[in-house]
Structure formats: structure tokens, C-alpha cells
């Protein structure tokens, strides 16, 4: 067994996990097509948001760290819990 946290473990969520990962200016440049801090929002547009990100497109100043991208994966694949 090991320190550091087992991702399966306990459930990822959006208010915890997910929201913090996306900035302020990432909110403010998508807000035209949905909020990024709304969980309802965030969960329509999950599979294309995941796209984005895993592409290096979004955010628009530079990709996400590759364990971002695995953390919005592993949410999704969790259930995209709130």
C-alpha cells in the first residue's frame, strides 16, 4: 500500500476536484458557449471539454499538466459526480 491517495478510492467530484482545475480566465473565455464552474454546464459538454483538453486546445495560453487531464478523465469515467 502506498501514501499517496488511490484515485479509486474515494469518488472524484466536481466541487472538489474538477471546478478548481479550471482558471478564472479559462471561465471567462468560454462563458459565450457555457461556465466552466457550473457543474450542469461542465457535465453537457463533458466528452468535448475532455477532447479539448486532451488535444492541448483548451486552455487557449497552454495545455493542461497531463495528470489535469487524467483527473477530468477519471471524474468522467466515475460518473461525473457533483
Known amino acids: 500500500m502506498t501514501d499517496h491517495q488511490d484515485e479509486s478510492a474515494q469518488p472524484l467530484g ?3 476536484d474538477i471546478r478548481p482545475l ?3 480566465k479559462d471561465r471567462t473565455s468560454m462563458l ?4 466552466l464552474w457550473s457543474f450542469t454546464d461542465v457535465v453537457a459538454h463533458q466528452d ?3 477532447d479539448q483538453v486532451r488535444a492541448g486546445h483548451m486552455p487557449c495560453d497552454g495545455a493542461w499538466p497531463a495528470q489535469n487531464v487524467s ?4 471524474w468522467i469515467a466515475q460518473g461525473s459526480r457533483p
Open 14 to 16: 466536481f466541487e472538489k
Open 22 to 24: 479550471f482558471r478564472d
Open 71 to 74: 483527473l477530468l478523465a477519471a
Open 48 to 50: 468535448a471539454i475532455l
Open 32 to 35: 459565450r458557449a457555457f461556465d
